[in-house]
């Protein structure tokens, strides 16, 4: 599939492994090298920072969304090629969305996890259907699959709304899939 703009939900503390902030930077990188828009939480710290950093040092179109609330607290990025300052956090993430073609989760934490959930949420039941990926760095999102894989396995979720969550484990792999990927 040919996409422009990805969104990426991802940390904004840089973790215990200083592999999430390398790759989080090194997608930034290759978004960048792939005349693609980086669509993100907005943040200049953790691995959104690293991130946005990455890509505009390459080059690349970066747009933040940040709500109001936090601006300060998740300091935002001041040097992006578009910045928008939201009330809350529905706001934000209806943005992202309506912005995006792609939507990916890096390691992060509970807002991380919220956010890119629902966006699968919304893909399973039918109000778009924009790919949503994991990028599985270091194994991150292991229990999280299997989280997945239970809900199945007790009857919570359809095994065809599995198919829906591409994963891949590098960077290139994850462009690869996509740009292979059928719509």
Known sequence: MEFKSMAVFCGSRTGSDSIY???AG???????????TLIYGG???GCMGAMSDAC???????????????????????????LH???TMHERKA???????????LPGGAGTLEEWFEVFTWSQIGYHQKPCCLLNINGFFDPLIAM????????????????????????????????????
């Open 95 to 105: 943005k992202m969305a309506d912005l995006a073609d792609v939507f990916v989760a």
């Open 148 to 183: 997945l894989d239970h809900t199945i396995d007790k009857g919570f979720m359809d095994p065809s709304q599995r198919d829906f969550i591409m994963i891949e484990t590098s960077v290139e792999g994850l462009l690869e899939a996509l740009q292979n990927k059928k719509v």
């Open 43 to 45: 943040s200049h710290v």
């Open 21 to 23: 902030m390398k790759m």
């Open 56 to 82: 505009l040092e390459a080059g690349g179109q970066v747009i933040g969304v940040i709500p109001e609330k936090l601006k300060n607290v998740e300091v935002a990025h001041q040097q992006l090629t578009e």
């Open 85 to 87: 300052v939201v009330k």
């Open 26 to 36: 090194y997608l930034g990188k290759k978004l960048a090298q792939e005349k693609k």
